[in-house]
T-cell receptor, first 116, second 108 residues
Framework: DTEVTQTPKHLVMGMTNKKSLKCEQHMGHRAMYWYKQKAKKPPELMFV???????INESVPSRFSPECPNSSLLNLHLHALQPEDSALYLC???????????????FGPGTRLTVL | RKEVEQDPGPFNVPEGATVAFNCTYS??????FFWYRQDCRKEPKLLMSVYSSGNEDGRFTAQLNRASQYISLLIRDSKLSDSATYLCVVTGTNKLIFGTGTLLAVQP
């Protein structure tokens, strides 16, 4: 099974809502990632979890809060978002995220988020 | 200078054509290199890793020139289904650095 799954596929939320994005992989990968992608731009790294510990936070605003309940699951909790946060949110995983010797990353289908 | 630079295109080519994409990177310490393909409104999918010796997978050939910090992707006998954005990806410090992507449109 080489699949990364994400739910929901689409999400529309108001600026005062609290919602969560979910990601799951069953490939035994020990590194998981959240990316944000705007139209016609490359994915932009937000967070990296390595062995269930947060290893990189790319100066993401605190209205985005990641959580890694176990090695297969990754959540992104959203609160008080702004309309400019509307984007495709991609989860990815790789075998091992240590150091500079990155393994290939496999992406989920993404959650298309619209903030009204 | 951007960390990874690609010609954004679009490259409009007829079916059956051979097309080449180039990519340059600035960090000489980068160790791993990849080409990803992304269809419109879909996730990036790994097309191939790029090795120093060069590698081939069917109609696709990737080359790496460490001295010039340059990566290439050659697609032979283009198919309509090859139409997509091709992302050059390089390892940075504990993360991947994505190029802005090159858009390929294969015409019938």
């Amino acid at each position: 099974d080489t699949e990364v799954t994400q739910t929901p596929k689409h999400l529309v939320m108001g600026m005062t809502n609290k919602k969560s994005l979910k990601c799951e992989q069953h490939m035994g990968h020990r590194a998981m990632y959240w990316y944000k992608q705007k139209a016609k731009k490359p994915p932009e790294l937000m967070f990296v979890y390595s062995y269930e510990k947060l290893s990189i936070n790319e100066s993401v605003p605190s209205r985005f809060s990641p959580e890694c309940p176990n090695s297969s699951l990754l959540n992104l909790h959203l609160h008080a978002l702004q309309p400019e946060d509307s984007a495709l949110y991609l989860c990815a995983s790789s075998q091992d995220g240590g150091g500079d010797r990155y393994n290939e990353q496999f992406f989920g289908p993404g959650t298309r988020l619209t903030v009204l | 200078r951007k960390e990874v630079e690609q010609d954004p295109g679009p490259f409009n080519v007829p079916e059956g054509a051979t097309v080449a994409f180039n990519c340059t990177y600035s960090n000489s310490a980068s160790q791993s290199f990849f080409w990803y393909r992304q269809d419109c409104r879909k996730e990036p999918k790994l097309l191939m890793s790029v090795y120093s010796s060069g590698n081939e997978d069917g109609r696709f050939t990737a080359q790496l020139n460490r001295a010039s910090q340059y990566i290439s992707l050659l697609i032979r006998d283009s198919k309509l289904s090859d139409s997509a954005t091709y992302l050059c990806v390089v390892t940075g410090t504990n993360k991947l650095i994505f190029g802005t992507g090159t858009l390929l449109a294969v015409q019938p």
